[in-house]
């Protein structure tokens, strides 16, 4: 009995959609702070809220990228093959 299987319907069901949803809430908080910063552009404070939400945006979308990479070195390190979506 293999555990391959079970790990693949893991990564394309549960793993991949959840990297999906926290990358594009990390696009959404990136774009908020695009706004934000754009719409108050005659506060200074207001425009530095704007400029360290978008850090943080790019910080989070650095991480499900990285977390993404850091899964399929695992998969393909223990011989597990990829499901066809990811190729």
């Not at 893991?10 to 809430?25: C, D, G, K, S, T």
């Not at 706004?35 to 943080?56: A, F, K, M, N, Q």
Request: net charge negative.
């Amino acid at each position: 009995m293999s555990i391959a299987p079970f790990l693949n319907k893991l990564n394309e069901y549960i793993l991949n959609p959840l990297i999906l949803l926290m990358f594009a809430v990390a696009l959404l908080v990136f774009f908020w702070g695009l706004l934000r910063l754009i719409w108050y552009s005659d506060s200074d404070e207001e425009r530095d809220t704007g400029r360290r939400v978008i850090v943080w945006g790019i910080v989070g979308m650095l991480i499900m990228i990285s977390v993404y990479g850091i899964i399929n070195l695992l998969l393909s390190t223990f011989g597990i093959s990829t499901p066809d979506y990811i190729r």
